[in-house]
Nanobody
């Protein structure tokens, strides 16, 4: 089992920045990737950014150049630095951890960007 605890959401004006954090606990040695998904009202959950156990990253086209995913030194924490936020970034952001058997999800944190 893996438990994920997120923090850092909130409200910001367009052009502002937020930093999301996610800390994993439990069977963290089984994690092979961590990342963030977002889900806006009426839309499907979609990938925002992902970082593998080897440090390789990938991003949704809509956030490239604005968002940066990184890991803490202990590698059980992942961060999402979100800059130049846009109203269309408004969503619930979910941390996830991928293991061989199944993915795990955090409880979600709301990000609201006003114009």
């Amino acid at each position: 089992q893996v438990q994920l605890v997120e923090s850092g959401g909130g409200s910001v004006q367009a052009g502002g920045s937020l930093r999301l954090s996610c800390a994993a606990s439990g069977s963290i040695s089984n994690i092979n990737a961590m990342g963030w998904y977002c889900q806006a009202p009426g839309k499907q959950r979609e990938l925002v950014a992902r970082i593998s156990q080897y440090g390789s990253t990938n991003y949704a086209d809509s956030v490239k150049g604005r968002f940066t995913i990184s890991r803490g030194n202990a590698k059980n924490t992942v961060y999402l630095q979100m800059n130049s936020l846009k109203p269309e970034d408004t969503a619930v952001y979910y941390c996830y951890a991928a293991t061989i058997l199944r993915p795990y999800w955090g409880q979600g944190t709301q990000v609201t960007v006003s114009s």
